[in-house]
């Protein structure tokens, strides 16, 4: 199965492309130069199996109630805000999921790290399918992270595509990958990252030019999709291409 693709041509609607890297404090320095100069725990994995892991997130089906829905404080006082369609929280709403309906595509959690299988788990116990991206919730960082809902990051979702042993920050992305010299260098697998920021993972080039290409994500205000994007755009955002260093074709 194909997953549905999304260009996206209207700026308004890639507003989510300027979650920036934010200041370089010390402690990111610091991390950075600390996961360089260790090895990269994780498995080797080819191009191929990273794909198929990220189509089965993209592809994913599952049923929704409305004991998935949640716009409010956990018990543990952490704002949660699902990413559904009728919840005005959630972009663009052709996205979002439906209450009370089948849903493809794992929702965007901040924070998230599910499997597909604890993620089923998730919704059938009734707790909140997904968790949007704020600026608050970068600001108070694992803080913001609510054990009261489930899916999966922008970063979480990498994580689970490069079959990472543990959850891996954008930041710590950047430290188990080697910089490309240009975007048009990206295979399948690869990433275009922002560290701090968002991440995508690079499927194919749409055009000869190398102009456009399209990448699986875990969209911060929706959920895991296939979408297409600009290239130059994402380069004057910030974004880097970026290679983990235990794939291989």
């Known amino acids: 199965m194909q997953p549905a693709i999304i260009n996206r041509t209207d700026p308004a609607r890639c507003a989510f492309l300027k979650l920036k890297a934010t200041a370089w ?32 997130y993209v592809n994913h089906p599952w049923q929704s109630s409305e004991k998935n829905l949640r716009h409010g404080k ?34 965007y959690k901040w924070g998230g790290f599910d499997t597909l299988q604890s993620f089923d788990a998730g919704i059938r116990s ?18 913001a992270v609510s054990g009261a809902a489930v899916g999966i990051d922008c970063s979480g979702f990498i994580s689970r595509c490069w079959k990472l042993e543990r959850k891996h920050s954008t930041s710590m992305l950047a430290g188990i990958s080697d910089k490309l010299s240009s975007p048009s260098d990206l295979l399948p697998a690869d990433i275009m990252n922002t560290p701090e920021g968002h991440v995508l993972l690079f499927v194919k080039w ?29 380069t004057a955002e910030g974004y880097q291409p970026m290679r983990y260093r235990k794939i291989h074709d």
């Open 126 to 143: 009734g707790r909140a399918a997904g968790d949007v991206y704020t600026a608050e919730k970068r600001r108070k960082g694992g803080a």
């Open 25 to 56: 404090v010390s402690g990111v320095v610091f991390s950075f130069w600390f996961l360089s100069a260790f090895p990269v725990h994780g498995q080797s994995l080819t191009r191929t199996e990273s794909l198929k892991i990220a189509e089965s």
């Open 206 to 234: 749409i055009d000869p030019d190398k102009k456009r290409a399209l990448f699986y994500e875990a969209a911060p205000f929706s959920k895991t999709r296939a979408c297409e994007y600009d290239i130059a755009e994402m």
């Open 74 to 107: 956990d018990s543990e006082g952490v704002e949660i805000n699902t990413p559904d369609r009728q919840g005005g929280q959630g972009s663009p709403v052709e996205d979002c999921w439906t209450v009370g309906a089948g849903n493809t595509g794992v929702p």
